[in-house]
């Protein structure tokens, strides 16, 4: 299968490059090398034969109708946007730019290239999007894919309306789509602005851990490579028209998921005195923080016969040894825009 996917040089998206390309699959990334990009990401398969990469915006039609004409992909991967939620409090715009309307303009450029192929019944168009459309949780239940949305911030709200736009372009003009929303994803190459990331680099560095509120707030944490399988596994045998709730099963508190790095990295790399838990830090809380996220994986399992394959312990551990192990990546990104700063404070 040829792939296009958009957002291939980020978190996610090169997750999916990474292992697309190990099974055999020829991908195009298409990038618009924004700051949360990183070409470093795929740096494994840049020189693949089965793999390329275009620099171009998913907001610039002229851009998308040239790279689909000229490599006539079997399927769209759409990973592009922008997600980072304590950014969109602080610049909703970009968010309603990107998430939507680059949204919008993708479904219009693939719309074109299906038909103009002659509206192949095996052309997929795959949106990614997340759990955060949902809004949430109280103490009991979980997301599925028929829970009412009840997006509260701006990202989780540009997601939402990205997601009705696809399934929109999939009853109205009967374009090929299948989509997917997943739990909080963490592992190899995340940014260093979320939160597993700032915990580890700050550790390092004996710097306070920042936690929003009293830390009880609750996440469904899934290893980036397991979501990279889930993805592909719902491009090949999703049904049309159908969306997949994709989690990991690791429901923790922000408080116990710091406190778990903190007693890796005790035993990875230990101080000469106390633990790094003696660094945690209470912050004042974002504004509008949900309370807590959890998917019921039902569909996945029982119709696709997918489930998460890595613990969050085990999930952890890997991702600590990681950012130890890979400290020339993560110091080239130091300098980028936000990393280090509080964001999101209202």
Known sequence: MKILVTGGAGFIGSAVVRLAIGRGHQIVNLDALT????????????????????????????ALDTVLANHAPDAILHLAAESHVDRSIDGPGVFIDTNVMGTY???????????TQGRPDTFRFHHVSTDEVFGSLGATGLFSETTPYDPRSPYSASKAASDHLVRAWHHTYGLPVVLTNCSNNYGPYHFPEKLIPVIILNALAGKPLPIYGDGSNIRDWLYVED?????????????????????????????????????????????????YADQITFVTDRPG????????????????????????EQGLERTVDWYLDNEIWWRALQTRDGVGARLGAG
């Open 35 to 62: 700051y949360a990009a990183c070409l470093d990401n795929v740096a494994a398969v840049e020189n693949a034969p089965s793999y390329s990469f275009v620099r171009a915006d998913i907001r610039d039609r002229g």
């Open 105 to 115: 303009t993708l479904l219009e450029a693939a719309r074109r290239h299906w038909e």
């Open 227 to 275: 979501h990279a399988d889930a993805l592909l596994c719902v491009l090949d045998k999703g049904r049309l028209g159908e969306s997949y709730n994709i989690g990991g099963e690791n429901e923790r508190t922000n408080l116990q998921l710091v406190q778990t790095l903190c007693a890796i990295l005790d035993a990875k790399r230990p101080k000469a005195s106390g633990s």
């Open 289 to 312: 923080h949900d309370a807590r996220y959890a998917i019921d994986p039902t569909r996945m399992r029982d119709e696709l016969g997918w489930h998460p394959s890595v613990t969050v």
